[in-house]
Structures are given as C-alpha cells and as structure tokens.
Nanobody, 115 residues
Framework: VQLVESGGGLVQPGGSLTLSCAAS????????MSWYRQAPGKVRELVAR????????EYANSVKGRFTISRNNARNAVSLQMKDLKPEDTAVYYCYVSIRGSDCWGQGTQVTVSS
C-alpha cells in the first residue's frame, strides 16, 4: 500500500489550496479514504473522510463549508479542496486508509497559512 500526498505549500489567509493523494497497492474503490492533519504540539485529527457507498462525506466542524473532499476511482486518487484558509489550518496533512485493520498513512504534506 502506498499513499503519496502532494499540493501543500505556503498560502495567505483567505487563500486556497488543493491537496491530492495518489493511492496504489490496494483496490481503491472498495475503501473509504480520509484526510487527517497534525499541527505542531497537537494530536493528529480527522479533517474529512469519503466513503465508498454513495460517496458520502464527513467533515470536522472546523472545516465545514470551507473544505471539500472528493475521490476519483478511475485515477485511484482522493483530493481535498481547501478555501478560505486560516492560520489555524496550518499543519501537516496526511492521507489515510484502513485496510483489514491496518492503518496506512502517507508521508504528509505541509500546509502553512501565514501572511
């Protein structure tokens, strides 16, 4: 299993970024996918997840209305569109999947929101 995130960077408050996660090594369309983030000195937290059945989604309250998770099963990819970014969104963002009880993480991509 391999998860490779991309798209992080430095953005000003109010700006936008789109993160991507390229997945391989498992039957992508059969698994729910998630994005987590971890800010310095804080625990890793769930940001958004997308399920397989009907593509239903869930978001952390702190990002509702600003972030959108989506998946492309043909490309084995999951994305996180982020808009109206705030300094408190600064963190390392991780792609995550649980496969047969095993946690699989990407290497993470840094998002820094600062003026």
């Amino acid at each position: 299993v391999q998860l490779v995130e991309s798209g992080g960077g430095l953005v000003q408050p109010g700006g936008s970024l789109t993160l991507s996660c390229a997945a391989s090594g498992f039957f992508f369309s059969s698994y729910g996918m998630s994005w987590y983030r971890q800010a310095p000195g804080k625990v890793r937290e769930l940001v958004a997840r997308i399920f397989t059945v009907g593509g239903s989604v869930e978001y952390a309250n702190s990002v509702k209305g600003r972030f959108t998770i989506s998946r492309n099963n043909a490309r084995n990819a999951v994305s996180l569109q982020m808009k109206d970014l705030k300094p408190e969104d600064t963190a390392v963002y991780y792609c995550y999947v649980s496969i047969r009880g095993s946690d699989c993480w990407g290497q993470g991509t840094q998002v820094t929101v600062s003026s």
